[in-house]
């Protein structure tokens, strides 16, 4: 009896920590997908804060459109 | 013992060795005895690969080599399926086609002529000289540092040139950046690329007979005594096994190649890199594959497959008339001044609004689609603009909403069919468009098909649940005015129809007064 309510602990345990695995790898995939958000934003500042400080409408929309193609 | 049949090639083997199979005396298709066989009564089958079985009809004379000792394991005259004439793998235009390393038919070295490897060289030089304009230490990687070293020559079995470049950076994030800040360096040099990931990219040569050559361009970067190169590779590497760039020949022309080649050969393709393997499969570690997935291809879009999808009809103009969203609008607005098309297709309902005196904006990732409807709106001087935008890139929504957002006056947006096809991310990218695009005042006409969540195998439209997508644009600060479910009419699937507005302050969250009128269509339009 006690040995089966051990194994059945351990299997508990082995269960809880699989679990415990796959939240960790899924937080560590969206800890790296980050790196990409944080990328796009500072590209898209370095290249429109420029010209929009500049108040220049035609070099914002040659920047939107040089974005766009090339992302 | 062989025997040869529609199901495949019958053999017996004790080892496991690359064998080439061969039709008329070309090479086009390579298995290993055992790893790619399964076994039934007797013997072994290899069976037919699903790309070439389409081509077996007909007689040819077939031949089974072993591809290290060259010797001819069978060699007769067979007939397979009913046709009379002679077995011919090619493609459209006639040329050979072969099995290549990822098990696509594709036009493998082995079968191209010398003046079609000249302008690979060519093309491969043109590459180079881009990336190390840009202060990139760039070098020929993959299949084709193999070849080189292994023999000086392209593989046979191989199908595309590999170059790789290692970062001057040590974080994905500085690696990222510097990937779009080089892609848009190499396009300024007037060469076409196409992103496939964020440090990965092809770049796009012209060739003389007007056909596209795509030359793949890995980033690769080292971190912590790492080696991460896209797309395959994570292993402890020194920096001095990659620079400073050494030179190897291949086909005659000199090329750049890691310091010590053979040590990426052997992080790439194992200790025995030097015995060619027409079949080598290459599993890339789960880890591995996390890592880089997890750094640099999140997000990657359905492009190509859209512009698969349509590529038949692509200069072609609709036939059908306006969707029944289309009428919706028309019904709820009148014929709008503006509309801002997101996801637009083959830009039918575009052009249909155009051509009523709508100032027309068509944004979608796939532009290749909307040729038919772009070229006749330009014949009839209607007012069609088409415009890049990928939700899946925060740079791009958030420049094109930001672009639209100066302009003045209020916009309808119509959305149809999109949000099914990207993903939860994709999804906030609408939202927080529209968000911007909106406040001004204006609404968007959102048509997607509705239902349990559900993708099934190759559809490129998911199924969203309705209380999935009112919950997000509430959250984003839409407020739904208007809700229609119904079904399309060509195939039953349930679709449903919003009218959201954003204007503000009160389209706030916590500010919401209830006001949506539902109805229940048993026909949507």
């Not at chain 1, 790898?25 to 400080?53: F, I, V, W």
């Not at chain 2, 969707?323 to 309902?349: F, M």
């Not at chain 2, 094109?400 to 993903?423: D, K, Y």
């Not at chain 2, 098909?449 to 984003?476: C, M, Q």
């Amino acid at each position: 009896m006690s040995r089966n309510s051990t194994r059945s602990g351990d299997d508990d345990a082995i269960a809880e920590l699989r679990k415990r695995v796959s939240q960790l790898e899924a937080e560590m995939q969206e800890s790296r997908r980050l790196n990409r958000r944080l990328a796009e934003m500072t590209d898209l500042l370095q290249e429109l804060l420029l010209p929009a400080a500049k108040q220049d409408t035609t070099a914002i929309a040659a920047a939107v459109s040089r974005l766009n193609q090339a992302l | 013992m062989l025997s040869v049949d529609r199901l495949g090639i019958h053999i017996q083997a004790a080892t496991d060795h690359a064998v080439d199979v061969g039709f008329d005396g070309r090479r086009v298709w390579s298995f290993w005895t055992l790893r790619d066989t399964t076994a039934e009564p007797g013997s072994l089958l290899a069976e037919w690969p699903p790309p070439l079985r389409p081509f077996l009809d007909g007689s040819t004379r077939l031949t089974v080599t072993d591809h290290l000792s060259g010797m001819t394991l069978y060699d007769a005259e067979v007939a397979l399926g009913s046709a009379g004439g002679r077995i011919a793998v090619d493609n459209a235009r006639g040329n050979p086609l072969g099995i290549d390393k990822s098990g696509k038919l594709t036009q493998t070295f082995d079968t191209r002529g010398d003046d079609d490897v000249a302008s690979l060289l060519d093309a491969m030089g043109i590459a180079f000289g881009a990336l190390q304009d840009f202060g990139m230490d760039a070098f020929l990687a993959y299949g084709s540092l193999l070849g080189a070293v292994r023999s000086g020559r392209l593989i046979g079995h191989d199908s595309d040139a590999d170059l790789g470049y290692v970062s001057r950076h040590e974080h994905p994030y500085d690696v990222i950046m510097e990937s779009m800040a080089l892609r848009r360096a190499v396009e300024a040099t007037g060469l076409r690329t196409r992103r496939y990931s964020s440090s990965a990219f092809k770049v796009l040569v012209d060739e003389a007979d007007g056909s596209i050559r795509g030359l793949d361009v890995f980033g690769g970067f080292l971190m912590g005594g790492d080696l991460h190169l896209m797309g395959e590779l994570s292993v402890p590497f020194q920096r001095d096994w990659l620079l400073p760039l050494s030179t190897v020949t291949l086909e005659g022309r000199p090329f750049p190649a890691p310091a010590q080649p053979e040590r990426l050969l052997e992080a790439t393709y194992g200790a025995n890199w030097r015995v060619p393997d027409p079949a080598y499969h290459y599993q890339t570690p789960r880890l591995t594959d996390r890592r880089l997935s997890g750094w640099f291809r999140e997000g990657s879009s359905f492009e190509r497959k859209w512009e698969a999808r349509f590529a038949p009809v692509a200069h072609t103009v609709p036939s059908e008339g306006p969707s029944s969203l289309a009428r919706l609008v028309v019904e709820r607005e009148g014929i709008p001044a503006r509309v801002v098309d997101l996801g637009w297709g083959r830009g039918g309902d575009a052009l249909w609004f155009a051509r009523q005196g709508s100032a027309v904006t068509g944004f979608d990732y796939a532009q290749r689609s909307s040729i038919g409807v772009r070229r006749t709106a330009e014949q009839e001087k209607l007012d069609v603009r088409s415009e890049r935008l990928n939700f899946l890139d925060v740079r791009s929504w958030m420049s094109q909403a930001s672009r639209l957002a100066h302009e003045q006056g209020p916009r309808t947006i119509f959305c149809r069919q999109v949000i099914e096809a990207t993903t939860a991310f994709g999804r906030d990218g609408v939202w927080r468009f529209c968000d911007m695009v909106l406040r001004d005042g204006g609404r968007l006409y959102l048509e997607f098909h509705s239902g349990p969540r559900s993708r099934h195998g190759k559809d490129l439209l998911a199924v969203l649940p309705i209380d999935l997508v009112t919950k997000e644009i509430e959250d984003r600060g839409g407020r739904i005015t208007e809700v229609s479910k119904g079904s399309q009419n060509d195939d039953d699937r349930p679709i449903c129809q919003l009218v959201v507005e954003w204007q503000r302050p009160q389209s706030r969250p916590d500010d919401r007064s209830g006001g949506t009128d539902e109805q229940e269509l048993n026909q949507v339009r």
